[in-house]
């Protein structure tokens, strides 16, 4: 089992830019993918990102493609997302989760409890 904590979620202006930390710790051997969704009050849980761990590849929603940048840093067990030019849009609790692989697919199985983000116009 894997636990993660994330970190970094904070109130910021629209058009500014900020850096989301999730520090993994357990039995992290068997994870091959991690990633980080976000769900905003009244809406359902959206996927945000993903990274590979294997080979590095990483996706992303629409929504955020060409602002997000996903990463992951193997020594201390921690990903980060940075979303550049943060809209009002952006506003949710993002969380990140790990999980395997399965025919191409990322099944999550360990989810983190999340951090705010909350972007004022």
């Known amino acids: 089992q894997v636990q993660l904590v994330e970190s970094g979620g904070d109130s910021v202006q629209a058009g500014g830019s900020l850096s989301l930390s999730c520090a993994a710790s357990g039995y992290t051997y068997d994870t091959d993918c991690k990633g980080w969704f976000r769900q905003a009050p009244g809406n359902e849980r959206e996927w945000v990102a993903t990274?590979?761990?294997?080979?590095?590849?990483?996706s992303y929603t629409s929504s955020v493609e060409g602002r997000a940048t996903i990463s992951l840093d193997n020594a201390k067990n921690t990903l980060y997302l940075r979303i550049n030019s943060l809209k009002p849009e952006d506003t949710a609790m993002y969380s990140c989760a790990a999980g395997r692989i399965t025919w191409g697919t990322c099944n999550w199985a360990s989810w983190g409890q999340g951090t705010q983000v909350t972007v004022s116009s």
């Open positions: 990274i590979f761990i294997a080979d590095g590849r990483s």
